[in-house]
């Protein structure tokens, strides 16, 4: 069969398609992605192989009013495209997983009945996925509760989140090789997700000396790629100490860092923590507090009453309270290893799986109609 993929914005949305294209390649099927000219999409999912296809799309900017007409013109025009795009590759059906771009290739595939899958991350759902999933065939969610209150959704169906072949696969012993961290180090990964996260970098870098009095912890310190100059200025490293702190803007080996450590200092994007929960790494959970629908508290709620994190909400982590989860974090052996134990299984293991099979289904639905057809 022939899948279109669509997400754009942020890796959030992106790293679960790239996923799922993985497991439909291995079943046979053909895959493509669309999404924007110059979003990160464009490269990941051509980096991931995948045949890309390009479109105009923007969100609405309320300090800019002008924007609005703007942008549903932009959609409109992405829209005729992406139907043309259709009526050229023949797609068996289209999924896609949230960001402005899924609003004309979604439309285009209800245009032209071609099957609509939508993937969810999060426990709130977006924008995008709420206006498709009122038409899709199948509405597959991360967290059950992301449907809850929502009127008039397609069916729904609770998959997981599905979390690429890189990060389930990558050893411990390829992430120290990779970062050049001895075996008997502690490893403390701190990411702020796909766009890095100031607050958290600034909180975590203030505590450079306080971390570094063990001797033999490593930081892995991904700011995020717009941060990384203004960490690195902060943290003013002396090369002893830059030996055991190691900074990265974007870090295309993701799996591998997590591979490595032994603990982890996360914002609670939902594809961040289904990478976490699948590699089962003890963590310190600090939501974003701006995300639409404060959708990350959320994110972060099931993960915390399971034991396999703390949380601290982001106004806190220039309190004692952030420094002392973080020592606690590192110094308790035993909490991390119970949180360890708490984290396994709690991303579904087949969300990719349970994903390609309802894609599947959408795809035969389409078939069985073209069969009645002819
Ligand atoms: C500010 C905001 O609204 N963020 C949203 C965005 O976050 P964001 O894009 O940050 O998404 P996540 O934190 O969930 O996932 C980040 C992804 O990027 C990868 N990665 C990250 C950094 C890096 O240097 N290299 C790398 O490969 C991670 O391994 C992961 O696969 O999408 C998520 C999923 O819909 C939402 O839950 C978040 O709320």
Same mark, same amino acid.
């Given at each position: 069969?022939?899948?279109?993929? =669509?997400?754009?914005?942020?890796?959030?949305?992106?790293?679960?398609?790239?996923?799922?294209?993985?497991?439909?390649?291995?079943?046979? #099927?053909?895959?493509?992605?669309?999404?924007?000219?110059?979003?990160?999409?464009?490269?990941?999912?051509?980096?991931?192989?995948? =045949?890309?296809?390009?479109?105009?799309?923007?969100?609405?900017?309320?300090? #800019?009013?002008?924007?609005?007409?703007?942008?549903?013109?932009?959609?409109?025009? =992405?829209?005729?495209?992406?139907?043309?795009?259709?009526?050229?590759?023949?797609?068996?059906?289209?999924?896609?997983?949230?960001?402005?771009?899924?609003?004309?290739?979604?439309? $285009?595939? &209800?245009?032209?009945?071609?099957?609509?899958?939508?993937?969810?991350?999060?426990?709130?759902?977006?924008?995008?996925?709420?206006?498709?999933?009122?038409?899709?065939?199948?509405?597959?969610?991360?967290?059950?509760?992301?449907?809850?209150?929502?009127?008039?959704?397609?069916?729904?169906?609770?998959?997981?989140?599905?979390?690429?072949?890189?990060?389930?696969?990558?050893?411990?012993?390829?992430?120290?090789?990779?970062?050049?961290?001895?075996?008997?180090?502690?490893v403390l990964l701190v990411t702020g997700g796909?766009?890095g996260a100031? #607050?958290l970098n600034?909180a975590v870098a203030?505590l450079?000396?306080?971390l570094?009095?063990?001797?033999? &912890?490593h930081v892995v310190h991904v700011t995020g790629?717009?941060?990384?100059?203004?960490v690195?200025?902060?943290?003013?490293?002396?090369?002893?100490? $830059?030996?055991?702190w190691h900074l990265f803007?974007?870090q295309?080996?993701?799996?591998?860092c997590?591979?490595?450590a032994?603990a982890i200092v996360s914002r609670?994007?939902?594809?961040?923590?289904?990478?976490?929960?699948?590699?089962?790494?003890?963590a310190v959970?600090v939501?974003?507090? #701006?995300?639409?629908?404060?959708?990350?508290?959320?994110?972060?709620?099931?993960?915390?009453?399971?034991?396999?994190? &703390?949380?601290? $909400?982001?106004?806190?982590?220039?309190?004692?309270?952030?420094? =002392?989860?973080l020592?606690?974090?590192?110094?308790?052996?035993?909490?991390?290893?119970?949180?360890?134990?708490?984290?396994?299984?709690?991303?579904?293991?087949?969300? $990719?799986?349970?994903?390609?099979?309802?894609?599947?289904?959408?795809?035969?639905?389409?078939?069985?109609?073209?069969?009645?057809?002819?």
């Amino acid at each position: 069969m022939r899948i279109v993929l =669509s997400g754009g914005g942020t890796a959030g949305h992106i790293n679960p398609a790239l996923a799922l294209a993985e497991t439909l390649e291995v079943r046979g #099927h053909e895959v493509f992605f669309a999404g924007t000219p110059r979003g990160i999409e464009a490269r990941l999912a051509v980096e991931a192989g995948l =045949s890309y296809e390009a479109f105009e799309a923007s969100g609405f900017d309320r300090a #800019h009013p002008a924007s609005l007409p703007q942008g549903i013109a932009r959609i409109a025009r =992405s829209t005729k495209r992406a139907v043309a795009w259709f009526d050229r590759i023949d797609p068996d059906a289209v999924a896609v997983f949230g960001g402005y771009v899924c609003i004309p290739v979604g439309r $285009a595939a &209800l245009k032209r009945r071609i099957p609509l899958v939508v993937h969810e991350q999060n426990s709130v759902m977006g924008l995008a996925n709420r206006y498709l999933g009122k038409r899709a065939d199948a509405v597959c969610l991360t967290y059950g509760e992301a449907a809850e209150g929502v009127r008039g959704l397609g069916p729904t169906v609770v998959t997981g989140n599905p979390v690429r072949a890189s990060v389930l696969s990558a050893t411990r012993e390829e992430g120290r090789e990779m970062l050049g961290i001895p075996d008997d180090a502690l490893v403390l990964l701190v990411t702020g997700g796909s766009l890095g996260a100031r #607050h958290l970098n600034g909180a975590v870098a203030a505590l450079k000396d306080r971390l570094l009095s063990h001797p033999s &912890l490593h930081v892995v310190h991904v700011t995020g790629p717009k941060e990384l100059d203004a960490v690195g200025e902060r943290l003013a490293l002396t090369p002893d100490q $830059a030996q055991r702190w190691h900074l990265f803007g974007y870090q295309n080996e993701m799996g591998k860092c997590m591979a490595a450590a032994d603990a982890i200092v996360s914002r609670a994007g939902a594809t961040s923590l289904a990478e976490i929960s699948a590699r089962a790494i003890p963590a310190v959970l600090v939501p974003f507090p #701006h995300a639409t629908a404060d959708h990350q508290t959320m994110n972060a709620r099931s993960y915390v009453d399971a034991g396999c994190a &703390l949380c601290i $909400a982001d106004d806190q982590v220039d309190t004692p309270q952030f420094e =002392s989860a973080l020592c606690r974090l590192i110094e308790d052996e035993s909490m991390r290893a119970s949180m360890t134990a708490a984290a396994r299984g709690l991303n579904a293991a087949d969300a $990719a799986s349970l994903l390609a099979d309802a894609v599947e289904r959408a795809a035969a639905s389409r078939a069985r109609t073209r069969g009645a057809e002819g």
